[in-house]
């Protein structure tokens, strides 16, 4: 298990050092320039100043490497547009809102998916299986802007119950968490009902019936586990995105989160914080990805985690 | 009073296709400590008709008619008149305690994810009260009965580290778990290597003749139910075609299916030719009136094809369904 | 039956039956390919075949109406600012005086584009890519699906802003961008497919009667895994449109006076407190429509193909 895991840290390491690697060289033919029409306005002498500053005198090599030696001990250089802000302070700044938000809405998905999908599975009204389908298909297919402004609109302008900009208290969290929610509870519904019902029909549930187990204690005992591996599975990855943000809720909702700030380094061209960002990202769900697969092999003794890694 | 006492059993299973009548009012009994045989190929309703006396058939499955009488007690869902809370109630009183089922394929008929101790104490747990401890002991003497060595650490492993007949014990010694009084033995052997299906045979024997439970044994291999049952039951089309003794059925076939059957059996001794049945079971969603078997039938009759054949007793113990035996004495030629 | 019971045993009834009259081997079902078999299944889903019938008149609409429309996507026209809904402007204009009808047909276009094109590009590429690693296997199979890991650990929107960054916004570059990403999956899925599939007896049957490698990999395994694939497929359409439109609402995608879905509903964003909040309808029901269509299609071909579904 230990073993297994440094594995595949060592390999996550290598990755993210692909990764950065693809995303410097990317930044570094991408047309225009940070500085922007500012540039010109600038004496040739700042201009170097400038340049010197972020080592953009030297070749492109170089730049690299000084870029590598220096992530290495966790400095990532100040942005670019806020001169003189180190990367690192600004994420410290916005990666906790963005986190607490995440893991909310990551919250909210999976309760309220795991049990809707379970009281679709085995709900003896037909109608209401068809109604919590119908609903979660809805669900997968309105992008969560059009959540969100709808939410806006009917809780934030017309009836007014509820804040429409920032995360200062929890009334705050409500409209942006389930606008980031209510596509992941669909997605959730629909994969547990599914799995349930496949889990339902094999023969090791005949067995645990033919024990004398009450039907309750045959899905919570018996099919629950089955059933959890693929929403583990799915909910992996999820968790990732949930905590680096989705920078559409968090324009929308104006929280100064890690989401919008990507977005705003990408519109700004702030290579640094691009840079950065891409390698948190990275590492989030490098990290995600192995607690899921461990997650999995501990639900599931066939998967082998040795002979996966090698 | 017989241990078990089945009466005009009819069971149906809704498909797309239409409503399949897998078992057609069929009667049979069982008494205490004996061995009975249910014979007949895939898809004769005598697996469904069992899992209809257990009360494990697939949501699409009903029971549409018939008495099942165990141990005095009527169990049939037919009485509870649609309460199925009640039936299930009553049913999980009963399902591994009293009437325990031995599954078909060990590869499938166990938990992935649960442990081999959890699965196997699990009857216990639901029918006895017991502590940690006694649970523990018991499923260590339970491993011990069915032949698993070294239990203590089998019972940690999960089922895909056992090998099939290993898993084949494990389920055996999950319906022994409680003492039943009648056991079902679904194919037990069916899939595994014929050096391991006479042991499991064998060992089904020797706990009959411990525990003194009552044994009913599916299968479609006249070999297995020669050398382990006392009475037989020849199922084809959802109907029971004959029925006798293994030696009245063996020496005296009536029903040309039995006969068919038995040709399919290898005789080490004769140097005959395995002759196997032409053709396929017939369609239940659409039953034939007349004898199921007809269309596969070389001495099919007229008859046949018209009207389902009454049973006829031979003897105390053998009765058969086929209008062979009904025929009047001066139609000859038609052997 | 009631006068069978009274039915007299007449000896002639005793006559053997003739072998014509005997039906032993009775076909229980029309023999069908296995395609017109997963159609026949489809077409039974009445909310599957709904889907499809929007989705045909959407793309039919999307083609035609651009082309006959005596307006364009971006013809300004002030002396028509914000009309509602009349004779000449079916859905009205926008404050550009633009004809609405056009601009969510166009943007029909574009989604629709994207959506298809993406999906059958990571098609071909995933079914190859897999294909071969799978029936490979050894060194080659693990070398590919190392490469396959690394690009797995990249936020495919990142990715995506990424691509765009380096070559511009517009609708090729977001192509390549969920290209990059979304084949990934269909890789993972054939490749794991082919592995169990090649060690089956057909396979070797083939190899036996001396058919070449390629053709055992595209003919033999790769047809018998594509149920799976298809169904995948229907899924990777609607993924690449919602990627689409998240990014051109926060304004990093296609940018106006194009027009897709997710640009117009940003442009609507604006009009939520205005007067005329009916031009926001448009595209919002347009996507939405779509979506459903696409997920109930998908819903619909994934139980078509189920095998235990016959």
Same mark, same amino acid.
């Given at each position: +298990? *230990?073993?297994?895991?440094?594995?595949?840290?060592?390999? !996550?390491? %290598?990755?993210?050092?692909? $990764?950065? &690697?693809?995303?410097?060289?990317?930044?570094?033919?991408?047309?225009?320039?940070?500085?922007?029409?500012?540039?010109?306005?600038?004496?040739?002498?700042?201009?170097?100043?400038?340049?010197?500053?972020?080592?953009?005198?030297?070749?492109?090599?170089?730049?690299?490497?000084?870029?590598?030696?220096?992530?290495?001990?966790?400095?990532?250089?100040?942005?670019?547009?806020?001169?003189?802000?180190?990367?690192?302070?600004?994420?410290?700044?916005?990666?906790?809102?963005?986190?607490?938000?995440?893991?909310?809405?990551?919250?909210?998905?999976?309760?309220?998916?795991?049990?809707?999908?379970?009281?679709?599975?085995?709900?003896?009204?037909?109608?209401?299986?068809?109604?919590?389908?119908?609903?979660?298909?809805?669900?997968?297919?309105?992008?969560?802007?059009?959540?969100? +402004? *709808?939410?806006?609109?009917?809780?934030?302008?017309?009836? !007014?119950? %509820?804040?429409?900009?920032? $995360?200062? &208290?929890?009334?705050?969290?409500?409209?942006?968490?389930?606008?980031?929610?209510?596509?992941?509870?669909?997605?959730?519904?629909?994969?547990?009902?599914?799995?349930?019902?496949?889990?339902?029909?094999?023969?090791?549930?005949?067995?645990?019936?033919?024990?004398?187990?009450?039907?309750?204690?045959?899905?919570?005992?018996?099919?629950?586990?089955?059933?959890?591996?693929?929403?583990?599975?799915?909910?992996?990855?999820?968790?990732?995105?949930?905590?680096?943000?989705?920078?559409?809720?968090?324009?929308?909702?104006?929280?100064?989160?890690?989401?919008?700030?990507?977005?705003?380094?990408?519109?700004?061209?702030?290579?640094?914080?691009?840079?950065?960002?891409?390698?948190?990202?990275?590492?989030?769900?490098?990290?995600?990805?192995?607690?899921?697969?461990?997650?999995?092999?501990?639900?599931?003794?066939?998967?082998?985690?040795?002979?996966?890694?090698? | 009073?017989?241990?078990?006492?089945?009466?005009?059993?009819?069971?149906?299973?809704?498909?797309?296709?239409?409503?399949?009548?897998?078992?057609?009012?069929?009667?049979?009994?069982?008494?205490?400590?004996?061995?009975?045989?249910?014979?007949?190929?895939?898809?004769?309703?005598?697996?469904?008709?069992?899992?209809?006396?257990?009360?494990?058939?697939?949501?699409?499955?009903?029971?549409?008619?018939?008495?099942?009488?165990?141990?005095?007690?009527?169990?049939?869902?037919?009485?509870?008149?649609?309460?199925?809370?009640?039936?299930?109630?009553?049913?999980?009183?009963?399902?591994?305690?009293?009437?325990?089922?031995?599954?078909?394929?060990?590869?499938?008929?166990?938990?992935?994810?649960?442990?081999?101790?959890?699965?196997?104490?699990?009857?216990?747990?639901?029918?006895?009260?017991?502590?940690?401890?006694?649970?523990?002991?018991?499923?260590?003497?339970?491993?011990?009965?069915?032949?698993?060595?070294?239990?203590?650490?089998?019972?940690?492993?999960?089922?895909?580290?056992?090998?099939?007949?290993?898993?084949?014990?494990?389920?055996?010694?999950?319906?022994?778990?409680?003492?039943?009084?009648?056991?079902?033995?679904?194919?037990?052997?069916?899939?595994?290597?014929?050096?391991?299906?006479?042991?499991?045979?064998?060992?089904?024997?020797?706990?009959?003749?411990?525990?003194?439970?009552?044994?009913?044994?599916?299968?479609?291999?006249?070999?297995?139910?020669?050398?382990?049952?006392?009475?037989?039951?020849?199922?084809?089309?959802?109907?029971?075609?004959?029925?006798?003794?293994?030696?009245?059925?063996?020496?005296?076939?009536?029903?040309?299916?039995?006969?068919?059957?038995?040709?399919?059996?290898?005789?080490?001794?004769?140097?005959?030719?395995?002759?196997?049945?032409?053709?396929?079971?017939?369609?239940?969603?659409?039953?034939?009136?007349?004898?199921?078997?007809?269309?596969?039938?070389?001495?099919?009759?007229?008859?046949?094809?018209?009207?389902?054949?009454?049973?006829?007793?031979?003897?105390?113990?053998?009765?058969?369904?086929?209008?062979?035996?009904?025929?009047?004495?001066?139609?000859?030629?038609?052997? | 039956?009631?006068?069978?019971?009274?039915?007299?045993?007449?000896?002639?009834?005793?006559?053997?039956?003739?072998?014509?009259?005997?039906?032993?081997?009775?076909?229980?079902?029309?023999?069908?390919?296995?395609?017109?078999?997963?159609?026949?299944?489809?077409?039974?889903?009445?909310?599957?075949?709904?889907?499809?019938?929007?989705?045909?008149?959407?793309?039919?609409?999307?083609?035609?109406?651009?082309?006959?429309?005596?307006?364009?996507?971006?013809?300004?026209?002030?002396?028509?600012?914000?009309?509602?809904?009349?004779?000449?402007?079916?859905?009205?204009?926008?404050?550009?005086?633009?004809?609405?009808?056009?601009?969510?047909?166009?943007?029909?276009?574009?989604?629709?584009?994207?959506?298809?094109?993406?999906?059958?590009?990571?098609?071909?590429?995933?079914?190859?890519?897999?294909?071969?690693?799978?029936?490979?296997?050894?060194?080659?199979?693990?070398?590919?699906?190392?490469?396959?890991?690394?690009?797995?650990?990249?936020?495919?929107?990142?990715?995506?802003?990424?691509?765009?960054?380096?070559?511009?916004?517009?609708?090729?570059?977001?192509?390549?961008?969920?290209?990059?990403?979304?084949?990934?999956?269909?890789?993972?899925?054939?490749?794991?497919?082919?592995?169990?599939?090649?060690?089956?007896?057909?396979?070797?049957?083939?190899?036996?009667?001396?058919?070449?490698?390629?053709?055992?990999?595209?003919?033999?395994?790769?047809?018998?895994?594509?149920?799976?694939?298809?169904?995948?497929?229907?899924?990777?359409?609607?993924?690449?449109?919602?990627?689409?439109?998240?990014?051109?609402?926060?304004?990093?995608?296609?940018?106006?006076?194009?027009?897709?879905?997710?640009?117009?509903?940003?442009?609507?964003?604006?009009?939520?407190?205005?007067?005329?909040?009916?031009?926001?309808?448009?595209?919002?029901?347009?996507?939405?429509?779509?979506?459903?269509?696409?997920?109930?299609?998908?819903?619909?071909?994934?139980?078509?193909?189920?095998?235990?579904?016959?």
């Amino acid at each position: +298990m *230990l073993r297994y895991t440094l594995k595949r840290l060592a390999v !996550g390491i %290598l990755t993210l050092a692909a $990764l950065a &690697t693809i995303t410097f060289f990317l930044m570094k033919i991408i047309p225009g320039s940070p500085f922007g029409g500012e540039l010109a306005q600038l004496s040739p002498e700042v201009r170097e100043m400038l340049y010197a500053q972020y080592n953009l005198d030297k070749s492109i090599p170089e730049q690299f490497l000084i870029y590598l030696q220096n992530a290495v001990t966790g400095d990532f250089g100040d942005s670019m547009t806020r001169k003189g802000t180190a990367v690192t302070t600004i994420i410290a700044r916005c990666l906790p809102a963005t986190m607490k938000l995440g893991l909310v809405a990551f919250i909210i998905a999976i309760t309220v998916g795991v049990t809707l999908g379970i009281v679709a599975a085995f709900t003896k009204r037909k109608w209401v299986e068809n109604l919590v389908m119908f609903v979660a298909t809805i669900g997968i297919s309105v992008p969560s802007f059009l959540y969100a +402004m *709808l939410l806006m609109i009917v809780f934030g302008v017309i009836l !007014g119950w %509820l804040p429409i900009i920032g $995360l200062k &208290t929890p009334l705050h969290y409500i409209m942006p968490a389930f606008s980031l929610a209510l596509y992941p509870i669909s997605m959730i519904t629909r994969l547990v009902r599914s799995s349930m019902k496949e889990v339902m029909k094999q023969d090791y549930i005949v067995l645990a019936r033919s024990k004398g187990t009450p039907m309750i204690k045959v899905i919570l005992g018996h099919a629950l586990k089955n059933c959890l591996i693929p929403v583990v599975t799915y909910a992996g990855p999820l968790l990732a995105f949930l905590i680096t943000g989705s920078f559409v809720i968090e324009s929308l909702f104006s929280i100064p989160g890690i989401g919008s700030e990507f977005v705003n380094s990408v519109t700004n061209r702030d290579y640094t914080m691009i840079m950065a960002l891409t390698i948190l990202f990275g590492s989030f769900i490098i990290i995600v990805n192995i607690l899921t697969d461990l997650l999995v092999a501990f639900i599931d003794p066939r998967v082998k985690l040795e002979k996966k890694a090698s | 009073m017989s241990l078990l006492e089945i009466k005009n059993l009819t069971t149906s299973f809704a498909t797309e296709q239409g409503k399949v009548q897998a078992v057609r009012g069929i009667s049979l009994s069982v008494e205490q400590g004996e061995i009975v045989g249910i014979v007949g190929e895939s898809g004769s309703g005598k697996s469904q008709s069992m899992y209809s006396v257990m009360g494990l058939l697939s949501e699409n499955g009903t029971i549409e008619s018939g008495s099942i009488l165990f141990d005095g007690q009527e169990i049939s869902p037919v009485q509870f008149d649609g309460n199925a809370a009640a039936y299930e109630k009553l049913m999980e009183g009963i399902r591994g305690n009293s009437m325990s089922m031995i599954f078909q394929d060990p590869m499938s008929f166990l938990n992935p994810v649960l442990t081999i101790e959890k699965q196997l104490v699990e009857p216990l747990k639901n029918h006895k009260k017991m502590s940690a401890a006694e649970l523990h002991q018991k499923a260590v003497e339970l491993l011990t009965q069915v032949g698993i060595p070294s239990p203590e650490e089998r019972l940690k492993q999960y089922p895909h580290q056992l090998s099939g007949g290993m898993r084949q014990r494990v389920i055996i010694a999950i319906a022994l778990a409680c003492n039943p009084k009648l056991i079902i033995a679904d194919e037990p052997t069916t899939a595994l290597d014929v050096t391991i299906q006479a042991k499991i045979i064998e060992l089904i024997k020797e706990l009959k003749e411990k525990t003194g439970s009552g044994v009913i044994l599916i299968t479609h291999d006249l070999g297995v139910v020669a050398s382990a049952c006392s009475r037989v039951y020849i199922m084809y089309g959802g109907k029971i075609v004959e029925t006798g003794l293994a030696d009245e059925i063996y020496y005296q076939p009536q029903h040309p299916y039995t006969s068919g059957l038995l040709a399919c059996v290898n005789n080490p001794e004769e140097d005959t030719e395995l002759r196997p049945i032409p053709g396929s079971p017939p369609d239940l969603i659409k039953p034939p009136a007349g004898c199921p078997f007809v269309d596969r039938c070389d001495k099919a009759m007229k008859i046949c094809k018209m009207k389902m054949p009454p049973e006829r007793k031979l003897s105390d113990t053998h009765a058969v369904c086929c209008w062979l035996t009904e025929k009047p004495a001066s139609g000859k030629e038609g052997e | 039956m009631e006068t069978m019971e009274t039915m007299e045993l007449t000896p002639d009834l005793f006559e053997p039956l003739d072998s014509a009259e005997k039906n032993s081997e009775f076909i229980a079902a029309e023999p069908r390919t296995y395609l017109s078999d997963a159609w026949h299944r489809f077409r039974k889903n009445k909310l599957a075949l709904c889907g499809l019938v929007f989705l045909v008149i959407m793309v039919i609409l999307a083609i035609v109406v651009p082309m006959v429309s005596p307006y364009t996507y971006d013809g300004m026209d002030y002396s028509s600012v914000n009309l509602l809904p009349c004779l000449e402007h079916p859905m009205g204009t926008d404050k550009f005086g633009r004809d609405i009808l056009v601009r969510v047909m166009y943007g029909a276009r574009i989604s629709l584009m994207i959506g298809f094109s993406s999906a059958l590009i990571c098609l071909v590429i995933g079914v190859v890519y897999g294909g071969f690693s799978g029936y490979i296997g050894g060194k080659t199979d693990m070398i590919l699906m190392r490469i396959v890991d690394i690009l797995y650990a990249i936020p495919n929107l990142l990715l995506v802003i990424l691509i765009m960054l380096v070559f511009g916004s517009n609708v090729t570059s977001i192509m390549i961008g969920i290209c990059l990403t979304s084949w990934i999956g269909m890789a993972r899925m054939v490749r794991a497919q082919v592995m169990s599939l090649k060690e089956q007896e057909f396979a070797l049957a083939a190899y036996v009667l001396g058919a070449s490698k390629s053709r055992i990999l595209f003919k033999h395994l790769v047809i018998n895994c594509m149920g799976s694939i298809i169904v995948n497929v229907t899924l990777l359409v609607p993924s690449a449109i919602f990627t689409e439109a998240f990014l051109s609402f926060v304004g990093i995608g296609i940018s106006a006076p194009a027009a897709s879905w997710g640009t117009l509903a940003n442009e609507a964003r604006s009009l939520i407190e205005s007067s005329n909040p009916i031009q926001i309808i448009w595209p919002i029901l347009a996507i939405c429509l779509t979506m459903l269509s696409l997920n109930f299609i998908g819903d619909g071909v994934s139980d078509a193909f189920d095998p235990k579904k016959k």
